[in-house]
């Protein structure tokens, strides 16, 4: 989109923005994962965890692990900020999925926006991963750092060494634009 997605705007503020209202509501302490442009995510009026310094990008993961270094409680929620409209139980249906005893980890499977369209690319039939809406066990810290500095980089890989609950969105009240990202133009248009 030709600059920092965090900051691109909608109805009038950035998306960053959207992800920290919708999040207010559902948990306690809240912090964004920023590298870049620092100053104007401050001003969303939420403390700023950075990646720690690497060689190269590494990808959400490298945010997933800062969050699970400054993390004051036992449990890590992430969500990324180009999907505006998540739904507003995301946390207690992901604390519901993680089942006793809990798993270490859970994340959402839902139906994407071009579930309908066969001809998508992204079309799947049934929900499928959203693997960054995660809620992470702060003990899984070491074993990412290890992952990271091995070299991996995909959140859908990393999530796979570890047993696993899913939270499925897929009830009545679900819409397939729940998890809709905002990638392109045409995209944020459409959620405008």
Not at 52 to 59: C, N
Request: net charge neutral; with cysteine.
């Amino acid at each position: 989109m030709g600059q920092e997605k965090g900051l691109v705007p909608l109805h009038g503020q950035p998306l960053a923005w959207h992800a920290l209202q919708r999040l207010r509501l559902q948990v306690g302490p809240l912090a964004l994962n920023a590298n870049r442009q620092l100053a104007q995510y401050e001003a969303l009026g939420a403390p700023i965890w950075t990646d720690a310094p690497a060689a190269e990008p590494q990808g959400p993961l490298a945010g997933m692990l800062s969050g699970l270094r400054h993390c004051k409680t036992d449990w890590l929620l992430t969500v990324p900020c180009d999907v505006p409209n998540f739904p507003s139980d995301l946390a207690k249906r992901l604390v519901e999925a993680l089942g006793t005893p809990p798993k270490p980890q859970a994340t959402v499977r839902a139906f994407t926006p071009d579930e309908g369209n066969p001809a998508s690319a992204t079309a799947r039939p049934g929900p499928w991963r959203q693997p960054v809406f995660c809620l992470l066990h702060r003990s899984l810290a070491d074993d990412l750092d290890g992952w990271l500095q091995a070299g991996g980089r995909k959140v859908g890989a990393w999530l796979s060494r570890h047993p696993l609950a899913e939270a499925v969105f897929d009830r009545p009240q679900d819409q397939p634009g729940d998890f809709a990202n905002v990638n392109t133009p045409d995209e944020l248009a459409r959620l405008s």
